[in-house]
């Protein structure tokens, strides 16, 4: 069987990726540092216990494994916190995926699937995003991922790194078998914040800032389950291993949600109201991000099958009552 490395495989997004992985026949070596990630997240596959940062630790784990493959999700993604530090967030995210990505061209591994977001594009108001759309971030988080896309082109073009490239839209939900789920320290997303705060875990939800220029005034995301989400990079892997080349995909469902909707949502899902507040707005939020892209669909052949906001939420809720849930 194929090996695949899968950086922050102990991850929300990435164990999710390496459960897919592992139902379609590879075997996912996660690489992580543990630092956000959880070991008893990583189910499907050995655990290489190591940073991105250090080269060595990289080319041992390249050198065991022998990986067909490179699924680089290890990653800081807070929007709000690359605002108050965005060198952290431009020396973990880009040098860490530098580091990778020389390592896998030394192992001559020249098949990168790499975790990009939507936040690349920035705030446009009034334009459908798609995999064309000017990319112009406005959060250090963000900009650190649209320099590694940038990365990937030039490796692409010195060393013949073949890469996708995947800008995700707002991840939310759990495995619908309930094996894995979202837990991040601290958490910071609205979903999980949502439903903690619902489930009496946490004080109210604040919402940040009802005054922007959306129909009901808060922030309008474009919503994907993350088991559609990973089943997106096991077409992209499949793509690269066909010898398809370097493609960017948006995943999103193109429909948007505010936050305001997404709080209907759980109350509706949860038979419960949702304790919150209104404050202020969160830096380098953007108004709304909906992916106006079929790309995925009509060349991939991907299809979100979980992805309303209803399964979304009733996921996310079902694994926060689970007792392996560190909320
Ligand atoms: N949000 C909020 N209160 C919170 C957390 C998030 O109002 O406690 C809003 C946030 O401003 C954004 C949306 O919910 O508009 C989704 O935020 P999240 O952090 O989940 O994902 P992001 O869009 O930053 O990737």
């Given at each position: ?27 996912p070596v996660t690489f ?108 250090a988080y963000g900009a ?184």
């Open positions: 069987m194929d090996h695949v490395l899968v950086t922050g495989g102990a991850g929300y997004v990435g164990s999710h990726a390496c459960k897919a992985l592992a139902k379609a026949g590879f075997v992580d540092n543990l630092t956000t990630g959880w070991a008893e997240a990583v189910k499907f596959g050995p655990l290489v216990q190591g940073d991105l940062m250090d080269r060595r630790e990289i080319d041992a784990a390249f050198a065991q494994y022998k990986p067909v493959a490179v699924l680089h999700f290890a990653a800081l993604s807070l929007v709000g916190d690359s605002m108050k530090d965005p060198a952290h967030y431009w020396r973990v995210n880009v040098g860490g995926a530098l580091n990778l990505a020389e390592a896998a061209v030394a192992a001559g591994c020249k098949k990168f699937i790499f975790s990009s977001t939507c936040a690349t594009y920035g705030d446009q108001d009034g334009v459908v995003l798609d995999e064309n759309t000017v990319q112009k971030p406005i959060n650190s991922k649209r320099a590694i896309e940038d990365i990937l082109a030039n490796f692409e073009a010195a060393f013949g790194l073949e890469h996708v490239i995947f800008r995700y839209f707002n991840v939310a939900g759990a495995d619908p078998e309930g094996e894995l789920g979202e837990q991040h320290r601290p958490e910071t997303h609205l979903i999980p914040l949502m439903l903690d705060a619902v489930a009496g875990r946490r004080p109210a939800l604040t919402l940040f800032g009802t005054d922007y220029p959306t129909p009901d005034g808060t922030c309008v995301r474009d919503y994907i389950h993350v088991t559609d989400l990973v089943d997106a990079h096991v077409l992209g892997l499949r793509w690269l291993l066909d010898g398809k080349g370097s493609r960017s995909f948006n995943l999103g469902t193109g429909k948007g949600f505010s936050v305001k909707e997404v709080i209907e949502q759980a109350r509706l899902v949860t038979n419960r109201e949702v304790p919150m507040n209104v404050g202020d707005r969160r830096p380098g939020d953007a108004a709304a991000l909906v992916s106006g892209s079929q790309r995925a669909e009509t060349e991939l052949g991907w299809e979100p099958k979980h992805s309303s906001m209803g399964q979304m939420i009733r996921d996310a809720w079902a694994w926060g009552q689970k007792p392996e849930y560190k909320g």
